[in-house]
């Protein structure tokens, strides 16, 4: 459940803005400059999230949603409690931290303000949601969403806000059992083997994305791949999973079903895909795909092959998982229901088993 803007999820609030609108961030720069800066965030936020979109998580058996945060906090409020009344838990995400993964700038990772200000609002996240008037509805809370590292010095800058945010968690925690996630930050799992174990950090979680953001749709490798050779892959990854868990519990934070980058600005606001070349900032690949027959509204108009493979790389994919912790299905909401078969969850093709 994403409780901030991007353009491939909402592109309604960014189609009409000048070129450099292209996030949250740059949306509330353009915006604050016009005559009426509020009222098309709250008239999105007013009719993008709502109850039944819960109750549609809980009626299929789900337990867990993840909350991704970025400024609409009094949402937030509204999305714990109508949890709470389904009986489903959440997991929640700190994302809205100015330019951690954007390569315009650094400036995160350089800016002592910018890291006191992301333990300020860890610890308001933490005073507030683990009250006992919301029943430990929130059972974790991700300390940071995909910082990205460029170098060892950036790394260090990471490890040591984490130990800094842990602590700031458990003091401000009224809830003894709440786990503290930690992304890993695009440098592969066994980077953080022997970071934060030990007597001093308890129910602490790695959160990985890896395997489907920056490897299964973002490289050139697997996207050449077959259908087959892709499903072979994910099977492969199950030992590096095991391995994590054994030292802390670790998740997939994020899997959909497509293997391939088609959806429309997935890329960012304006830009093509690798998996017909559009990407220009990208590689070529040796023989590019067609992207109209890889993603779009009406799965009916996907080929039987393509079908087949969605719904077995859900499963797949879902198997992979469960040697951790668990998984997190990737945006259903409103944008990927409507335009994104081959990323919703929801979509009837996934509803059968397949061989």
């Known amino acids: ?6 353009p491939w999820i909402t592109p309604s609030l960014f189609s009409n803005k000048p070129d450099w609108v ?12 016009q005559k009426d800066p509020s009222s098309e965030l709250q008239n999105h936020w007013n009719t993008w999230f709502q109850y039944e979109e819960l109750q549609d998580i809980a009626n299929v058996g789900l337990n867990t949603i993840r909350i991704q945060i970025g400024c609409a906090y009094d949402y937030l409020k509204s999305a714990v409690e109508w949890a709470a009344s389904l ?4 997991f929640m995400e700190h994302l809205e931290v100015r330019t951690v993964l954007t ?4 400036d995160w990772f350089y800016n002592d303000t910018n890291t006191a200000r ?11 949601f683990t009250q006992p008037s919301y029943n430990e509805t929130v059972i974790a809370i ?5 910082p990205f590292p460029f170098n060892n010095d ?22 003894s059992n709440l786990v503290v996630a930690l992304d890993e930050g695009f440098q592969g799992l066994q980077v953080w083997e022997t970071f934060m174990t030990g007597p001093s950090f308890y129910d602490v979680t790695m959160d990985t994305v890896t395997l489907v953001t920056l490897i299964s749709r973002f490289t050139l490798e697997l996207l050449a791949m077959g259908y087959a050779a892709n499903l072979n892959w994910y099977c492969g990854q199950a030992d590096y999973i095991r391995a994590s868990n054994d030292i802390h519990w670790t998740i997939v934070g994020e899997f959909t079903p497509a293997n391939t980058d088609c959806a429309p600005w997935l890329n960012g606001r304006g830009k093509g895909a690798r998996y017909d070349n559009t990407l220009n900032s990208s590689a070529p690949l040796q023989y590019p795909g067609d992207c109209s027959g890889k993603t779009g509204a009406d799965p009916g108009k996907f080929t039987a092959e393509y079908v087949e493979y969605l719904a077995k ?18 945006e259903n909401r409103e944008r990927v229901r409507l335009v994104f078969a081959d990323w919703d969850y929801l979509c009837p093709i996934y509803s059968k088993p397949h061989g």
Do not use: P
């Not at 459940?1 to 991007?6: D, E, I, R, W, Y």
């Open 154 to 175: 950036e790394l260090n800058t990471l490890k040591s806000f984490y130990e800094s945010a842990y602590a700031s968690v458990r003091g401000a925690s009224e809830q």
């Open 22 to 33: 292209v996030d949250e961030w740059t949306y509330g720069q353009y915006m604050s400059s």
């Open 1 to 6: 459940m994403l409780l901030t803007s991007k």
């Open 313 to 330: 790389s859900f499963e797949t994919q879902t198997w992979l998982t469960s040697v951790g912790l668990g998984d997190v299905d990737v």
């Open 87 to 90: 009986n489903l838990k959440i």
């Open 142 to 146: 991700e300390l940071i969403n995909e």
């Open 103 to 106: 390569t315009r700038t650094r």
């Open 118 to 128: 992301t333990l300020t609002a860890l610890q308001v996240l933490t005073a507030e």
